[in-house]
């Protein structure tokens, strides 16, 4: 991208493993002056580079260890649209992220659960009863590698 520069690089890189990092510890781990950590932070910001700071989340702990991607098929036939499809969809308390996407499949979604069944129960019961949902492939997540 146009205007990023080595640091503005290392910075973002920093904050991928800590996004609450302090711009004293960003300064003094990558050896660049703090006022130009925090003149270049303001700027990823404005420019929207950087959209939001956010955090990783262990599900196990939370309760709900059971992660899946299912794919779902779009029926073209029905009223709704797909962005809006997405959108319904997106709103599960369950759902991580919602995906349009090429190739076979028209929507990804990531999803957490207590358990298989509930993640049964989630795709028999809400998505398949959706308007727009013409079929879909649950992949449950073996383990997620970082």
Known sequence: MKGIDDRDRMIL?????????????????????????FEKLEKLKETGVITRFTIDTDYEKLGTPVLAYIMINFDPRSSVNQRDLARRISRFGNVLSVSIIAGQWDLLVLTVNRSMRDLSMFVLDSLRSLEGVENTLSIPVFENVM
């Open 13 to 37: 890189d920093y904050l991928k493993e800590d996004a609450r990092a302090k711009i004293s510890e960003i300064s003094s781990k990558l050896n660049i002056p703090r006022a130009t950590v």
